[in-house]
């Protein structure tokens, strides 16, 4: 197989278009070309001109006499291979199976490709399958009532089901797990598509069906799914992991446990603490989400291109270095989305955002976020979860004691001023929001760092600072506010046969990252199963 690289087309092509630019590049017959396929295609919009700018993959005459021919164009080479190899397979007596705490993607990653090796591991999730899940969640955002075991944080699928699906990462990643992670999804349910385009997402309804999905393959190879299994405590012996106790008091033997329960765990944080288990505190950020018209992030970004639907609704990413030293920046950006009650916990509101595939809504939401680190929640590993509890719970009282946000325009957050009604952006927190002052809802160098923020992001996206922008508080789940450290072994510091993984850990960003992660703590885990004999 040949790949070529950074091969442009208009963005208005069509299917022989591109066979044909293939064609010239090389210099070939049409003939010659036997097959292509799409590795990655992104947009590229330099000086006004949008064109899209492939990497293609091809079956092709005369392979190696092209490669001597182009040998000096570093777009030319021989396509590397990026397919998944296992790295081991289980024993066929396995004196203990794994168990894995946790079937977000990280779990549910590092349970499919134990199960693929034939590792038949147990997993333990302390929320509800994703129908029922679905039922609890849409509770709080339609009825203000709050379920803390089954919401947008906790049950089968983790914390990114209900989500925009944004699926890619920043992570080096030398063995193409992400790939991996890509290709189970895209077998599970989700559009091709997400193995090629530059920036894929699925949105939340596909994910869902897709999550029963990739369970009922762990099943039939003889994995094991135990819902409403919230894992309590942990047996330790002579610094190795025996056991779990469960909430209904049962208890469970095991050598090998991966912990990939996600930040919003806290008490399986403390118990975690108690128990002795090395972590500690990280940075992470605080802030709000903000929310503007679709059509005018749109139109920004994609100028005359806008509506074309090959770009689809317009993301962004902004980044403002404040004077008091502080990064502000975007975070999880929801094209054509709508803002979630993200709260875990009773007496708290969070927000976080998510979309459908369609990216059909028309507002654009993302979180607008202040980098914090452990020098402002001193007082060790837990100190950032008191902080995020403190202004999770000042946030339910500024919204009103409902559920409900607390909001405030844009403008009026920018001239210091209590918002009293809605203004041209309708926000779309469900269950509703509470105009108020922002101010006090979070430190005063996050406030006075996003003031300063604003307007230059306007000066980035024009209208970005607009007045009747809306923003809503507080999003303090960016991620988790600590690490449970591990070492080269992927083993816990001071617990061996305890595997941390997972954004919980401390060691994920995102959907991506956490199954990337997963896959590689059962990759570590397998190893040392078969090691061990
Ligand atoms: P989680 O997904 O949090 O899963 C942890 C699981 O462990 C949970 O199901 C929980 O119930 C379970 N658990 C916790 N404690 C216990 C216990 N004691 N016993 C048993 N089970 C336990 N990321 C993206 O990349 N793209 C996006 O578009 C995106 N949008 C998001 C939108 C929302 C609304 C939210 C909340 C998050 C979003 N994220 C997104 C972030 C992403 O969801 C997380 O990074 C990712 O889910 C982390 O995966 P994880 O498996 O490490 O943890």
Redesign the pocket.
């Known amino acids: 197989m040949l790949r070529i690289t950074e091969l442009k087309l208009p963005l208005d092509h069509s299917e022989q278009d591109l066979a044909a630019a293939i064609v010239a590049f090389l210099g070939i017959k049409p003939a010659d070309l036997k097959s292509y396929t799409v590795f990655k295609r992104s947009y590229d919009a330099r000086r006004g001109v949008m064109s899209l700018a492939y990497i293609i993959d091809m079956e092709v005459e005369g392979e190696a006499r092209l490669l001597a021919r182009f040998k000096d164009d570093i777009h030319v080479l021989a396509t590397p291979d990026t397919s998944y190899h296992f790295v081991t397979q289980a024993p066929v007596t396995l004196a203990k199976r794994p168990v894995v705490?946790?079937?977000?993607?990280?779990?549910l990653l590092a349970a499919l490709v134990l199960a693929q090796m034939g590792f038949k591991p147990i997993v333990?999730?302390?929320?509800k399958k994703v129908r029922e899940r679905t039922k609890d969640t849409w509770g709080l955002w339609r009825k203000n009532v709050l379920n803390p075991e089954s919401n947008?944080?906790?049950?089968e699928g983790?914390?990114?089901t209900?989500?925009?699906?944004?699926?890619y990462s920043q992570i080096k990643d030398p063995r193409h797990l992400g790939r991996k992670v890509l290709t189970e999804f895209v077998k599970a349910g989700a559009p091709e598509e997400i193995l090629f385009i530059a920036k894929p997402?699925i949105g939340t309804f596909r994910l869902v069906s897709m999550v029963e999905k990739m369970r009922a393959e762990i099943e039939s190879l003889g994995g094991e799914i135990r819902f409403q299994?919230?894992?309590t405590d942990l047996h330790i012996d002579n610094g190795h992991i025996r056991g779990l106790t469960l909430a209904d008091g049962s208890q469970i033997e095991a050598d090998q446990v991966i912990l990939?329960?996600?930040?919003?765990?806290r008490d399986?944080f403390e118990m975690l603490h108690q128990r002795g288990v090395f972590m500690e505190a990280k940075p992470f950020s605080v802030g709000f989400r903000i929310e503007h018209p679709q059509t005018m992030i749109d139109k920004v970004r994609w100028g005359k291109y806008a509506g074309h639907p090959i770009l689809g609704a317009a993301d962004y990413k902004l980044v403002h270095h404040a004077s008091n030293g502080r990064a502000v920046y975007s975070f999880?950006m929801c094209p054509g989305g709508q803002v979630?009650a993200?709260t875990s916990e009773e007496g708290r509101v969070v927000t976080?955002?998510?979309s459908q595939y369609s990216r059909a809504e028309r507002n654009a939401n993302s979180g607008l976020v202040v980098s914090i680190n452990p020098e402002d929640y001193p007082g060790g590993a837990l100190a950032g979860i008191a902080f995020q509890r403190a202004l999770e719970s000042h946030a339910y009282v500024l919204g009103g004691s409902t559920y409900e946000a607390p909001a405030q325009l844009v403008g009026d957050f920018l001239a210091g001023r209590a918002s009293t009604a809605v203004g041209s952006v309708e926000p779309s927190y469900q269950p509703g929001v509470h105009w108020t002052d922002l101010a006090t809802a979070l430190p005063d160098f996050a406030i006075s760092a996003m003031r300063e923020a604003l307007p230059e992001f306007g000066k980035k996206i024009r209208g970005y600072d607009m007045h009747d922008a809306v923003l809503t508080g507080v999003e303090t789940?960016t991620s988790s506010p600590l690490r449970i450290t591990r070492g080269e072994d992927l083993q816990s510091l001071n617990v061996k046969g305890l595997y941390p993984a997972?954004?919980?850990a401390g060691y994920?960003?995102?959907?991506?990252s956490?199954g990337v992660d997963g896959i590689r703590v059962a990759e570590a885990l397998a190893l040392e199963i078969t090691r061990q004999g």
Do not use: W, Y
Not at 124 to 127: A, K, N, Q, T
Not at 260 to 265: D, T
Not at 508 to 512: M, Q, S
């Open positions: 705490v946790g079937f977000g993607p990280c779990g333990l999730e302390r929320g947008v944080q906790f049950g983790g914390a990114g209900f989500s925009d699906g944004k699926l997402h299994q919230r894992v990939a329960l996600g930040h919003s765990a399986t999880c979630v993200a976080n955002g998510m789940r997972g954004e919980g994920a960003g995102g959907i991506l956490a």
